[in-house]
């Protein structure tokens, strides 16, 4: 509790502080929950504006009798009425802020020791696998397994055969030419002119034409389409025909063929290309499909690991400058098999756990379709071609932690626990061949997913002694699918959940997703648990992946001027079933967009109305933009609201330096539980769609130009800059590429995505109520003042 202090104030220091209750009331009374209401302004607050007799607090805990000191942050770094604290450009939670400028500002590098291992592996994986010299033990590539990868697997394409279908019932993978077994992929195979070349899917098998004008042609999975073997130019062939050929127009080929898998590029395939994997090995290793070999005395997901067979001049920065501590011979009578490296870094720092292969690697290498679980593929000149996959952000994550210098080989220094499942990866993959059925699952691929999470704990629990040590609270689990962390398994609850969807379930208590396969009401509480989707006393929601896009940036939409957008409110996306070719489900983005397009529609409807309330400054269409990112760029106000679970409208808004309006109930959006939302967005609850317009129009000009300015201060929190700017290293330094893009990014200087996260984990570490005995008891430097340490 506080002890007994006399506060100071001046008469003059009254006056004011009566003066700012009179002013925040009056705006109060005109813009209503636009700014916080006098409720907001703390007695703490109060007392920062006059000012303790003493710079600090004594405090006393309930658990000791000693007094702790704890410096007013709120004294020296003031909230403004917004209930914000700027800090590095951005407008944070009073406290939060207060902390970070304060204390992550003046963060110390301390030394850790970060063991270098050398241990060898049983008959060095039979060169089927990768060896963690930490542990001993053999990562397996794709169609490999045993203790040192020599026990091949058959991975079947097709599932079992019955007299109607002679090659199983559909999946991804179903082939009629040559399964690859090791992969389950399918290709032409031997007795063709090109055995290797991909002959997936419908490709393989008769396609039926159309029935009626303007329905899809359908494939008939029981009959082999055997004219993809032909050398007859009339034919639609495939297998044997030569690409020249074909580019001249001299002989026809099967629509339905295309080159799916990666790792090869053109129309039919014909040119070996980069294969993309996490970090691209990190110059250490071949990519072979989405799997890292790593030269030798390097290990790890993406070849990032040195091993004491490594060079001391390789290693990568988040292990550099370092001073080597070898053992004696003595010590170490055979073979070295580990060293210790003693490098300077700052905290928080996090352990990432080497996980089997089948939570990531495996899962990459084994896709059907190259553009599925990453944010990127590359071309026939190896130059890095961006994709719009929604979940790129987990790749991208990923990459940056792998080789942040807040990384660390020390699992007893660590702060925090990275356990990293692409679970993207495996709702994408979820059936695609029989090895990845479904059959246990009901056809629910939240139900897979939750299984893979479910392992993942199992093997850390089983193979490390960190989880319980804390329960698994200072664990970090990704979860980047629509519905986030709603099917996360009971078991590790307690961890930190990264997400995109922030659903608190104070209102939207079920499932929100309209897609039948996503759904996890089905999952049993025994394997579930009863617990939120998102819990924001410790959870934190990252922005999706946007692709880079250098015309935007080059075009400065994220600082046009207030005065040429013209336009009051935008929002350009599906609005459900009323419009042509919009989702059938009433229960698509939970009624959200339908309601807003009833109200304010700028487009006809299939009845060809507009919303009851439209207007000629109000945007509100299905239609699709040729300019979409110039729109938003050109509006105040832009709509942020769900689709299946979570959109990528956030970002759309922050990005191009629109205010975004944000209708959701309960659900939290990037950093929202950690930012200061009322600096720089705008919430209407869902049963006050039909007052938007008129709430907006009630903002006066100094509103406006205040939270269009904070957008402009933080726009790149909202972008994977570190993520991208790795890349752009990467292919400068093996082909001398520097695209337009890289050139643009490399022009950011301020935090992006990666940043905020180190931030906000950096608060969490002295702020977190479970660490407090930890950091008080001081069994690590943490690199701060006292002051820091001992905060609240």
């Known amino acids: 509790m506080l002890s007994n202090q006399k506060w100071k104030c001046t008469w003059s220091q009254i006056a004011t502080l009566a003066s700012v209750i009179v002013l925040v009331s009056l705006v109060h009374l005109f813009l209503g929950p636009v700014v916080p209401s006098f409720d907001t302004i703390s007695v703490r607050q109060a007392q920062s504006l006059c000012g303790p007799v003493n710079e600090s607090i004594t405090q006393v805990t309930k658990d000791s009798s000693e007094p702790v000191l704890a410096v ?11 209930g914000a604290v700027v800090y590095r450009n951005a407008s944070w939670k009073s406290e939060i802020g207060q902390w970070l400028s304060g204390c992550d500002a003046v ?21 089927q696998g990768v060896c963690n010299h930490e542990f001993g033990i053999c990562r397996c590539f794709h169609g490999f397994i045993g203790e040192d990868c020599s026990q091949k697997q058959e991975l079947v394409c097709n599932y079992e055969k019955t007299p109607e279908m002679p090659y199983g019932r559909w999946v991804v993978s179903i082939c009629s030419r040559h399964c690859d077994t090791t992969r389950a992929m399918c290709f032409c195979g031997e007795g063709t002119k090109y055995p290797n070349r991909p002959a997936p899917e419908s490709c393989g098998f ?7 004008p303007g329905e899809p042609k359908m494939t008939d ?10 050398t007859n130019s009339s034919k639609q062939g ?9 580019y001249a127009m001299k002989v026809k080929i099967k629509e339905e063929c295309d080159c799916k898998y990666d790792c090869l590029w053109g129309r039919f395939c014909e040119v070996p290309v980069q294969c993309t994997c996490v970090n691209q090995c990190s110059g250490h290793g071949k990519c072979r499909g989405g799997f890292c070999q790593c030269d030798k005395g390097w290990f790890g997901t993406d070849c990032s690991i040195p091993s004491t067979l490594s060079s001391f001049g390789e290693w990568p920065q988040w292990l550099r400058p370092a001073h080597l501590e070898v053992p004696s011979d003595k010590d170490v009578p055979g073979n070295l098999i580990n060293l210790s490296a003693v490098v300077k870094k700052k905290r928080p720092l996090i ?10 690697s495996l899962l990459l290498e084994g896709r059907h379709f190259k553009l599925e679980c990453v944010n990127r593929i590359y071309d026939d000149r190896n130059a890095t071609v961006w994709t719009d996959y929604l979940y790129g952000s987990q790749m991208a994550f990923y990459e940056s932690i792998l080789a942040t210098g807040h990384r660390t080989l020390n699992g007893d220094e660590a702060d925090f626990f990275f356990v990293p499942v692409l679970d993207s990866c495996i709702i994408n993959r979820a059936d695609d061949s029989p090895h990845l059925s479904m059959q246990n699952h009901t056809g629910l691929r939240s139900s897979l997913t939750l299984e893979f999470y479910k392992r993942a704990y199992e093997h850390i629990v089983e193979k490390y002694p960190y989880w319980n040590r804390s329960s698994g609270r200072d664990h970090i689990w990704f979860f980047s699918w629509d519905e986030g962390a709603c099917y996360a398994p009971k078991e590790i609850w307690n961890s930190m959940m990264l997400v995109h969807w922030g659903n608190t379930n104070t209102k939207h208590k079920n499932s929100t997703t309209a897609y039948w396969g996503d759904n996890w009401n089905e999952i049993s509480k025994e394997r579930r648990g009863d617990h939120p989707c998102f819990d924001p006393s410790k959870d ?15 075009a400065n939409y994220w600082d046009r001027p207030r005065e040429k957008r013209k336009t009051l409110f935008y929002f350009n996306g599906n609005l459900g079933p009323a419009y042509e070719n919009g989702r059938p489900e009433d229960s698509y983005s939970m009624g959200i967009r339908q309601k807003l397009a009833e109200e304010f529609g700028s487009s006809p409807n299939k009845e060809g109305k507009l919303g009851k309330q439209h207007a000629e400054d109000v945007i509100v269409t299905p239609s699709r933009s040729d300019n979409y990112h110039d729109d938003i760029a050109s509006s105040i106000f832009c ?23 944000i209708i959701q109930d309960g659900i939290y959006l990037p950093y929202e539980n950690t930012l200061n939302y009322e600096s720089f967005a705008v919430r209407v609850s869902e049963d006050d769609i039909p007052n938007l317009i008129n709430t907006l129009r009630g903002f006066n000009e100094t509103e406006i130009q205040f939270r269009l300015s904070n957008v402009k201060k933080l726009w790149q929190r909202f972008l994977f800059r570190d993520s991208v700017l790795l890349e752009a290293e990467r292919q400068k330094a093996s082909y001398g590429h520097e695209e337009d893009w890289a050139v643009q990014f490399s022009k950011l200087k301020h935090d992006d995505v990666f940043a905020t996260f180190i931030q906000t984990l950096h608060y969490k570490l002295h702020n977190d109520p479970w660490r407090r005995e930890q950091v008080v008891n001081r069994t690590k430097d943490y690199g701060l003042p006292q002051e820091c340490l001992l905060h609240k």
Request: charged share 25%; glycine share 8%; with cysteine.
């Open 540 to 554: 934190l929601v990252l922005p999706a992946w946007k692709v880079p896009d250098p015309h935007s940036m080059r």
């Open 351 to 360: 352990y990432i756990y080497d996980l089997p292969p089948d939570f990531n």
């Open 639 to 661: 709509g942020v609201f769900p689709g299946d679970g979570w959109s990528g409208r956030m970002e759309d808004s922050i990005l191009q330096g629109c205010v975004p309006v």
């Open 221 to 230: 999975w029981s009959k082999p389409d055997l004219d993809i073997l032909t």
């Open 107 to 127: 963060v110390k590098e301390v030394d850790i020791v970060e063991p270098i291992g050398g241990r060898k592996c049983l008959n060095d994986c039979s060169g």
């Open 72 to 82: 007013a942050f709120d004294r020296r770094f003031p909230a403004d009425l917004h």
């Open 238 to 246: 495939w297998c044997n025909v030569d690409p020249e050929d074909a």
């Open 206 to 212: 008769q396609i039926n034409s159309p029935v009626k």
